[in-house]
């Protein structure tokens, strides 16, 4: 079936058709989902991040953080992340789950696409505490004193570093950060990074910032978008060999009081297209002007395909769409802003055909017209506003127990078809079952929507 599939067309071919033409959609699409049969608020710095996004994600007014900036002088005491690869017991959830399909090394996240390697040598993670080519941490917002935190992993890479750190960070304000990467810089590391303008080069003048000043008082570049859509990326890459990537921005709130996710990839293959990427950016290409590469985006690791999108370019939500439409057994999402529709009425239609789905939504902006809450509240969907006094910052995707889909990306149409974002695709059970623990814990501390705020009809 996947030979006959490939034989059609070439994959522009293909995109071409599934961007242009109604019917090839319904082909294609068709086809991909019997292939997957066959084969098994705001800133994220509590500020608001651009006016666009307010009226799209929210529409309530700018909400101050909730929280004073730190001293220049702050030190690194910030929330320890969940272990990787524990797989910690949770309570059971109030909705029933079902079970779900034995998942296989020839599955693959979206077919259409042919992984342009397979790797399966291991890359040691700097400071790490296992020899393996991934690993995932959450912040803890209620834990902000243990010595084992999200920042400290990121310095144990920055010094690890021998050649070059490329970083594409929307936000930044912690010194420790800083200090690191001057370092690296002093001893011959080159140290380049890209930001927003206004999140980015214009908020170092605020209060508890001047970080970027300091850095490029050092000799380290550092470049903004210059445009009004949001430079919205938060990876980094380094030395050509390792990728650290999810929702996290590198500030005092993103580290330790927002929810939060990375995963950090040790393989030159998967570096290689972040770094592609990275220096597309530096060129000065950014948002839709940019040129898509999305077929040398795949890549098999130690038996896990992996699929990575970049915004605007690569049109992320309809790839996410119809990944929501493989779905066979069970969808749990988490998200910060989730206000495109087609992804919802896709997670909606899965629900109705016997599919457990559950999701859980940053509270600001979720009741509003432009979230897709309310309607799949109405349709009797199990949906729940996050317990977080700041915010729950997470953009996952949870399918059949065995496939993440994680990074910058907000459900919306600004990540679509505006800002510069990346998505990672990953089938692998055992990094499912940590963002899995993950929903569980957020999941328990959340509560429902109330119903009178809900106007379902």
Known sequence: MIRLFKRMASFPQLYRVFRTQARGRALILSLIILI?????????DVRATSISMRAEASGVPFIPSATSRLESTFTSTLPAPTPTKTLMPTETLTFTPQPSPTPTTTF????????????????????GEMESWWQVYFTDPG??????????????????????????????????????????????VEVLWITDDVHGLESDEDEGHGQFALMREAGIEVRDDARSGLMHNKFWVFDGQFVWTGSTNITVNGTFLN????????NPEVAAIYEREFMEMWAGSFGIRSDSTIDQQSVIVDSTPIQIFFGAEDDVASYLTTLIHSASSQIHFMAFSFTHDEMGTAIRDRAASGVNVAGIFELRGSETSYSELPALYCASIPVRQDGNT???????????????????????DNANSTNDENVIIIAN?????????????????GTPPDPADMNCE
């Open 36 to 44: 997957i049969s066959a084969c098994g608020v705001y800133s994220e």
């Open 143 to 188: 834990n902000i004193s243990s010595s084992n935190n999200l920042t400290g992993k990121l310095i144990e890479l920055i010094n690890a570093a021998n050649n070059t750190i490329h970083i594409a960070s929307f936000e930044f304000n912690l010194n420790p950060v800083a200090e690191a990467l001057i370092a690296a810089q002093q001893r011959g």
């Open 429 to 445: 059970a055992d990094i499912a079952a940590l963002f899995q623990q993950e929903f569980d814990r957020r999941w328990l501390e």
């Open 390 to 412: 700041h915010t729950f910052h997470h953009k996952v995707i949870i399918i059949d127990n065995y496939i993440v889909v994680t990074g910058s990306f907000n459900f919306s």
């Open 108 to 127: 693959t996240p979206l077919p259409t696409f042919t992984p342009t390697s397979q790797i399966t040598e291991e890359f040691t993670i700097p400071g």
């Open 259 to 266: 929810n939060n996710n990375v995963i950090t990839i040790g």
